[in-house]
């Protein structure tokens, strides 16, 4: 039986991270690293990165399903639920303050300020992370070439799930290139060549966007199983950033029941931004504006009951894949992409996020701080939103 202390523990640790983990997956990523790896121990930063690439693919909140893992794997089946609620229990209550704000006045507060300065330190955060992780990771010149085509390929605007595959397949193939040439003896070239096709065509297709053809519809009558039903379908389908999300909502909300907005959907989408845990709380935002509190609930539920269920089915065999060569490879490969995909997102966030001097040096000073000495990421997040209270104050 589990020790009630662990499953205490899990609690507090992602009731924590689910109220201060500002800046989306990526920084989440850091968060998380920062506490169960580096302060409490519960597992290597080799085990954080295996969680890590099987969490990017299956479909789902990413950082949310690594909550659900690393539950888990700290206190069994039980840390797996708690872990998960705990995560997103406190970014559901926080949403549905803004969407109560929303339908009152029908407007935002403006938290700009509380961004402007936790954002500098989130980069920092996962600097840091992507760093100390990718320690693990580049194992040596094939995945540190893989990890870096990756990243260009990104940047070029390739999706996350064909980059993964084409790089786990990458590695795997070419670490195990003498087992593979065994098998093919005697069988011609012509498997190899078809291998290395299939591998590289979802690299040469991942950037096409698929058009979804805008139709107006009569709105559909609004009800809480269709509420749950929508949002079942989105959190068992959707891969990618919150752009992807965005897509997904506005085809099903705004498109085909036409029960929200452009702007609507939109202002949903910033309210996940702007608050701590995962973006996928913007359903939380739209079950409110649409159905209240039991709407807020329904919608929450809904989006992230699919993470939960992926993760229990998948969390068995993650520790199996190291004792195949072929599937450890793999692993390897899916490790090195998963964490180029972070320094990606790190990019973009970057820009938008280091935008005059003071930012700046909130960001340098925040990552010095965290390289000499060690301190708790949280308390970095709590100084960056006070000094952004503090600029916003002040100008």
Request: hydrophobic share 55%; with cysteine; proline share 5%.
């Amino acid at each position: 039986m589990v020790d009630r202390a662990r499953l205490l523990e899990v609690a507090l640790v992602f009731l924590k991270l689910g109220t201060l983990a500002f800046g989306g997956p990526a920084a989440h990523i850091g968060l998380l690293r920062d506490e169960v790896v580096r302060r409490r121990r519960w597992l290597s930063d080799q085990e954080f990165l295996d969680l890590l690439g099987a969490a990017n693919l299956i479909p789902g909140p990413n950082s949310t399903e690594m909550t659900i893992f690393l539950g888990a794997q700290r206190a069994g089946w039980r840390g797996l639920i708690i872990g998960g609620v705990c995560f997103v229990v406190p970014a559901m209550f926080i949403v549905m303050i803004f969407g109560w704000l929303y339908v009152q006045f029908g407007s935002l507060p403006q938290l700009e300020w509380l961004l402007y300065g936790v954002k500098p330190v989130m980069i920092a955060i996962i600097v840091q992370a992507v760093w100390e992780l990718g320690k693990k990771a580049v194992k040596g010149p094939l995945t540190l070439s893989v990890g870096l085509l990756a990243l260009a390929w990104y940047v070029l605007g390739a999706a996350e799930i064909p980059l993964l595959l084409a790089g786990g397949l990458l590695v795997m193939l070419i670490q195990n290139r003498s087992r593979l040439r065994a098998r093919l003896c005697g069988r011609g070239s012509a498997p190899t060549g078809l291998l290395l096709g299939g591998l590289l065509h979802p690299l040469a297709s991942a950037a096409a966007q698929t058009a979804v053809a805008a139709q107006t519809t009569a709105a559909a009558t609004f009800s809480y199983a269709q509420l749950f039903w929508s949002f079942f379908k989105i959190g068992a389908v959707l891969y990618g950033s919150g752009y992807v999300l965005i897509a997904f909502m506005q085809t099903e909300f705004v498109q085909h029941l036409g029960w929200l907005t452009d702007q609507q959907l939109l202002d949903a989408i910033v309210v996940g931004q702007i608050t701590p845990g995962p973006l996928f709380t913007s359903a939380t935002f739209v079950g409110f504006m649409l159905g209240g509190v039991p709407g807020a609930v329904i919608a929450t539920i809904a989006i992230f009951l699919p993470a939960f269920m992926l993760v229990a089915l998948v969390r068995p065999f993650v520790p199996r894949l190291r004792q195949s060569p072929w599937l450890s490879a793999l692993l390897d490969g899916v490790n090195v992409v998963s964490l180029a995909l972070v320094v990606g997102v790190a990019f973009d966030l970057a820009r938008v996020s280091l935008l005059d001097p003071l930012t700046i040096a909130l960001g340098f000073l925040s990552l010095v701080v965290l390289l000499r000495f060690k301190l708790n990421s949280i308390w970095l997040v709590l100084g960056g939103a006070l000094m952004g209270l503090l600029a916003f104050t002040l100008r």
